[in-house]
């Protein structure tokens, strides 16, 4: 019985549990307190033992192959259970945990976020690591089913399905305003939606969606933009904008703390602009980590923090 995993040492499956999540020897290394060629050298044993490559470099990182992604949901899941089940009867204490939360994120929801969360951290939680990685709205739920990320900080507009084991809890909600350089030459004092539609817009799709949430809200309402730049990024938009006569559909958090520095306008919407609430995502897999319902509640209130 078991017999494959008796000729196996099971050290061995934490590695390859890591680099799958990491996609690097050096952060799997630094996540697992090993050297980098100790973790190497672990790797090389394991595909020994399996008679399979495992993980082929891929640019920068490495990239799981074939039987590794089969393998992998079943080792995660394993070894979350057993974990979850020695951990179980020691109390998590925050003052004291060393436990890793990895983060998907766009830049806009790390910024919300993150710094309000860091300074909480530093007082209840010094020694605790985060880290963030950048992430598609479906590649966030891909990276939560598999382990990768503990947590995902998205957005919506409104009630959306979810995927299975994906549950969500509501951070803080903002809506749009129009922001354009102080000096426009079209714009100045205020916005109608005439100048609206009739000036150049930056589009920023950070889930790399086809349609905007913007775009979309115009269309429902018969109306269209005319869109010459789109940016996956919220946080390089004012910046740009600043420089041209293009105008930019931001949140209002957003528009009121870059938009001073930036030498930037703010209007209100002059269209039915949707509201959207920031989002904190998690899979069911991952209860019984101990500290897990800490730091949602964590996030959650540096959420808070940031409703002003």
Sequence with gaps: MHEALRRLDMNLLLVFDALVRLGSVAAAAEELAMSPSACSHALTRLRGALSDPLFVRYGSGMQPTARAQAMAPVIGQALQALGGSLDGARPFAPADSTQAFVFAVTDYTAYAVLPALAERLRTLAPRLRLRAVYSTRQDSFDDLAAGRAHF???????????????????????????????????????????????????????????????????????????????????????????????????????????????????????????????KVLFHARHAGIPGHDWILEQVLAAARETDE
Excluded: N
């Excluded at 903002?174 to 109608?192: F, I, T």
């Excluded at 100048?195 to 109306?223: C, F, M, T």
């Design 152 to 278: 995902a900080l998205g957005f919506d507009e409104g009630p959306a399905a979810l995927p299975e084991g994906v549950q969500a809890r509501d951070g803080f909600t903002d809506d749009y305003v129009v922001v354009a350089r102080e000096d426009h030459p079209e714009v100045r004092g205020s916005l109608s939606l005439a100048q609206y539609l009739a000036a150049s817009h930056l589009a920023v799709k950070p889930w790399r969606e086809g349609r905007g949430v913007i775009d979309g809200a115009l269309e429902r309402q018969g109306l269209r933009r005319q869109v010459t730049m789109e940016l996956p990024s919220l946080l390089a938009a004012p910046f740009i904008v600043a420089g041209s006569d293009l105008l930019a559909t931001l949140p209002r958090r957003l528009a009121r703390r870059l938009g001073p520095a930036a030498g930037l306008a703010v209007y209100a919407a002059p269209f039915a602009a949707p509201a959207y609430t920031l």
